[in-house]
Nanobody, 123 residues
Framework: QVQLVESGGGLVQTGGSLRLSCAAT????????MAWFRQAPGKEREFVAA????????NYADSVKGRFTISRDNGKNTVYLQMNSLKPEDTANYYC????????????????WGQGTQVTVSS
């Protein structure tokens, strides 16, 4: 069993930056592909970024490539999402997720979800 707790959301102006953190419980953190998803009001949840357990592979949604960076510290059981050059359309509730494979997570097949943290980008 893995529990995920996100933090770091908030209100930021267009062009600003935020770093989200997701702390995981459980001793098998490094076995999972860790990812971030987001859901804006009235929209479906969408994939944002993922990183494999070893950290060697990453995957990003086209809408965030070049602006967001996902990283992880397996020693701290934590995954991060550094968000730069934020835009109003990045406003959403951001969720941390754990999945078995990169193939699964990019298709929304997730083993564990966090509760989410709100990010609001003002124009």
């Amino acid at each position: 069993q893995v529990q995920l707790v996100e933090s770091g959301g908030g209100l930021v102006q267009t062009g600003g930056s935020l770093r989200l953190s997701c702390a995981a419980t459980g001793r098998t953190f490094s076995n999972y592909v860790m990812a971030w998803f987001r859901q804006a009001p009235g929209k479906e949840r969408e994939f944002v970024a993922a990183r494999t357990g070893s950290g060697s592979l990453t995957n990003y949604a086209d809408s965030v490539k070049g602006r967001f960076t996902i990283s992880r510290d397996n020693g701290k059981n934590t995954v991060y999402l550094q968000m730069n050059s934020l835009k109003p359309e990045d406003t959403a509730n951001y969720y941390c997720a754990a999945s078995d494979t990169m193939y699964d997570v990019t298709r929304g097949r997730v083993n564990y979800w966090g509760q989410g943290t709100q990010v609001t980008v003002s124009s």
